[in-house]
């Protein structure tokens, strides 16, 4: 029996991945692979989104601003973003909003204080309320309090919980929002020991698999660009993980999916 498998959270469309995007595909769907979500990451690569997704079928598109690109984010993006939804609110064609969210590493590397994270971040989660969409969540160090946030709020949308390396009470805080946690190369690391136990005992029903390809390249790649070629592979070192079958695997991830993601079933 074939299985198959989604990249719920992959930036396919950076150029760092131009030179291996087609051999990458064509191998990643000869592996089950059957689709990929886009994060959007500022207002001009949201807006570059709709195009690339038109070249690249299989890819679905969010759009948002994330905490990284802080420094190119304006007041009039929200605006540009909330039209955006509102004109591309029929056909289903936008998944999510995001990527959003608080990193607190970028306090000290970067300079992006707490305030102005948590200023694009609470514009982003107010966009979601009003046209009804998910989430899709970057969360350094601030779990807690994103959560808190989105639990005062009533929050109804969901989301995904990208590259999740929380303990096992966030990780379960997080499902009971109604969020799915992102799953990747990070459990891959010999030294990820925390992560992979607190992935065994968390219910498969809250987890969705990802690369977020460039970046977060699994232990057993020599590449430097991470790939969604992994994400069968993840699905397999997942299954060894939680004792479950691979089938089991793909098909309760692929029902997670569609949880979290409603307007993928429309498209
Ligand atoms: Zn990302």
């Not at 950076?14 to 995007?21: E, G, I, N, V």
């Not at 990284?68 to 973003?81: F, G, M, S």
């Not at 955006?84 to 289903?92: I, Q, T, V, Y």
């Not at 390396?165 to 459990?187: D, P």
């Amino acid at each position: 029996m074939s299985l198959t498998w989604f990249d719920a959270h992959c930036h396919f469309d950076f150029s760092a991945l131009d030179q291996y995007r087609d051999a990458d595909w064509s191998l990643a769907h000869s592996m089950g692979l059957s689709g990929i979500i886009i994060p959007g990451v500022s207002r001009q690569q949201s807006a570059c989104l709709p195009e690339f997704v038109q070249r690249h079928p299989y890819c679905h598109r969010a759009v948002g601003l994330h905490p990284y690109w802080c420094e190119q984010h304006r007041d009039a993006d929200i605006d540009w973003l909330d039209a955006h939804l509102h004109h591309n609110a029929d056909k289903g064609s936008v998944v999510a909003i995001g990527e959003c969210g608080m990193d607190r590493h970028l306090i000290k590397s970067q300079g992006i204080s707490w305030d102005e994270q948590w200023h694009w971040c609470m514009a982003q989660i107010e966009l979601a309320e009003r046209h009804k969409k998910p989430l899709i969540l970057h969360i350094r160090g601030a779990h807690d309090e994103v959560a808190a946030e989105l639990k005062r709020r009533r929050f109804a949308y969901g989301g995904l919980v990208h590259a999740f390396s929380g303990s096992l009470q966030q990780g379960l805080r997080w499902h009971e929002l109604g969020f799915a946690l992102g799953v990747g190369g990070a459990m891959t690391h010999p030294g990820a020991t925390r992560l992979r136990k607190t992935l065994s005992d968390l219910p498969l029903e809250s987890l969705l698999l990802e690369t977020d390809s460039p970046d977060m390249r699994p232990a057993f790649i020599q590449r430097a660009e991470n790939s969604p070629v992994m994400i069968p592979l993840y699905g397999a070192l997942l299954a060894s993980i939680k004792d479950h079958s691979l089938t089991e695997i793909s098909a309760v991830t692929q029902q997670n999916l569609y949880r979290i993601f409603p307007s993928l079933t429309v498209n």
